[in-house]
């Protein structure tokens, strides 16, 4: 793969964004815990061939290269480069021999049919453009029977998100924030639509009180996240907002969600699982 990518406007964001986040992006156990959920629920084994879609620094592929062993390979696609030298590095440090990274659009990809056994992919896929194409395509890359297991976190979690989402909507803007999957009956559609049967979406229930304080400061943060957006229109939208009276609106959304415990922060999480029958299909 070239190592450089000729990427739209949108995704050149994203790169930026994790490019400078790379340094500190492992800080934390919370995408650890992701990743084994995503492990043991897509039960990866012995010699299976794995790709892992938006692999970040790598936690997911090198925790899926030491079960598969050397008889069995993992493929992780990024588009940042120096998430991807991170995730290199560690597998310089392990030795590491069953794993292989690429600079690569996950929704770009041009493997043979029938590749991997796994397709995993935590924390990535509402970053997705073009999420019912990206997902009709990687099916074709499944082995007959293989699985494919994608985290993702509901429309509920982050208050920060929710909150800035209904502000927003205030002024007749529908913010996607992140690019969520919506409803969990919409989230299963997808998957049929790309041919995908035996769709099992487990919610898991996580969250935290948080400080007032805490989320009202992260205002400036969480706006200049939404100009992540893909939608050209949004971006010219929020432009023209008053965006002193939004914050105004925001700190009254959440100072009514006050409770003696704080502010209830929700980290509703799903993964989705599902599989490419075991006679190959077309979609
Ligand atoms: C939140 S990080 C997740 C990293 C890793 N999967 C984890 O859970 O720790 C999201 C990653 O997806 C990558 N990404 C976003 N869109 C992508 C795309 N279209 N193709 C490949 N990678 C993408 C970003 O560069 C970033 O490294």
């Not at 406007?9 to 340094?23: E, V």
């Not at 929704?107 to 194409?133: G, H, M, V």
């Amino acid at each position: 793969m070239s190592q450089q990518l000729d990427l739209n406007d949108y995704k050149q964001r994203i790169a930026d964004l994790y490019n400078r986040r790379s340094k500190n992006y492992d800080d934390g156990e919370w995408r650890l815990q992701i990743c084994h959920r995503l492990i043991e629920y897509s039960q990866i084994s012995p010699q299976q061939h794995i790709l892992d879609i938006g692999t970040g620094t790598g936690n997911l592929a090198i925790a899926s290269a030491k079960i598969v062993g050397a008889g069995g390979r993992v493929i992780g696609v990024d588009i940042s480069p120096q998430m991807l030298d991170v995730a290199r590095s560690k597998v310089k440090a392990l030795s590491l021999s069953n794993v292989e990274f690429q600079l690569a659009d996950a929704e770009l990809l041009d493997y043979p049919a029938n590749s991997f056994d796994r397709i995993l992919c935590a924390n990535t896929f509402p970053w997705i453009e073009d999420k019912q194409a990206a997902l009709r395509t990687w099916y074709k890359f499944l082995n007959p029977g293989g699985l494919i297991a994608i985290h993702t976190p509901a429309n509920t979690a982050y208050i920060g998100q929710v909150v800035l989402r209904s502000v927003l909507g205030r002024y007749g803007m529908k913010l996607e924030h992140s690019n969520r999957i919506g409803s969990i009956e919409s989230c299963k559609q997808l998957f049929v639509n790309a041919g995908f049967e035996g769709i099992d979406i487990k919610t898991e229930q996580h969250g935290s009180y948080v400080s007032f304080d805490s989320v009202k400061t992260k205002w400036k943060e969480l706006i200049s996240f939404s100009f992540h957006s893909k939608s050209e229109e949004l971006l010219s939208q929020l432009a023209l907002i008053p965006l002193a009276e939004a914050k105004a609106k925001f700190e009254a959304e959440l100072e009514a969600l006050k409770t003696e415990q704080g502010i209830w922060d929700d980290l509703t999480t799903l993964y989705i699982l599902g599989r490419k029958a075991e006679i190959n299909k077309p979609v």
